[in-house]
């Protein structure tokens, strides 16, 4: 989520309505601090880093309300998203054949 907000943030600054970028990170950090406080004595250290990503999905979905929900999932709905989503998964099942083959080759 913080790499896509990163992006719709961005936008949000160059729309010259940095007060709102403000408060999207008030309500992150202070749902952040919240669910540190609550995971921390139940989780431990994982438990922070679980109340970092909620509220980095908590940042996220503010941020995308303001740009827009319609504006964001019509990103999806081109000929290009399918292209990239399938050449990536060509990429990892051939990123995994080439690991089996190092992997294999470590053993000689």
Same mark, same amino acid.
Not at 60 to 74: A, L, M, P, W, Y
């Given at each position: 989520?913080?790499? /896509?907000?990163?992006?719709? %943030? &961005?936008? +949000?600054?160059?729309?010259?309505?940095?007060?709102?970028?403000?408060?999207? $990170?008030?309500?992150?950090?202070? $749902?952040?601090?919240?669910?540190?406080?609550?995971?921390? *004595? *139940?989780? #431990?250290?994982?438990? /922070?880093?679980?109340?970092? $990503?909620?509220?980095? !999905?908590? &940042? !996220?979905?503010?941020?995308?309300? =303001? *740009?827009?929900?319609? =504006? *964001?999932? %019509? !990103?999806? =709905?081109?000929? #290009?998203?399918? +292209? !990239?989503?399938?050449? +990536? $998964? +060509?990429?990892?099942? /051939?990123?995994?054949?080439? #690991?089996?083959?190092?992997?294999?080759?470590?053993?000689?």
């Amino acid at each position: 989520p913080y790499g /896509l907000n990163k992006l719709f %943030s &961005l936008w +949000i600054y160059a729309n010259q309505n940095q007060i709102l970028a403000a408060k999207i $990170s008030t309500y992150s950090l202070i $749902s952040n601090i919240v669910l540190s406080i609550i995971f921390i *004595f *139940f989780l #431990k250290a994982a438990g /922070l880093a679980l109340a970092s $990503s909620l509220a980095g !999905f908590v &940042l !996220f979905v503010f941020t995308i309300k =303001e *740009f827009g929900f319609r =504006e *964001f999932f %019509s !990103f999806f =709905e081109t000929k #290009k998203v399918f +292209i !990239f989503i399938l050449t +990536i $998964s +060509i990429e990892i099942v /051939l990123l995994l054949i080439l #690991k089996r083959f190092i992997y294999m080759i470590d053993l000689l």
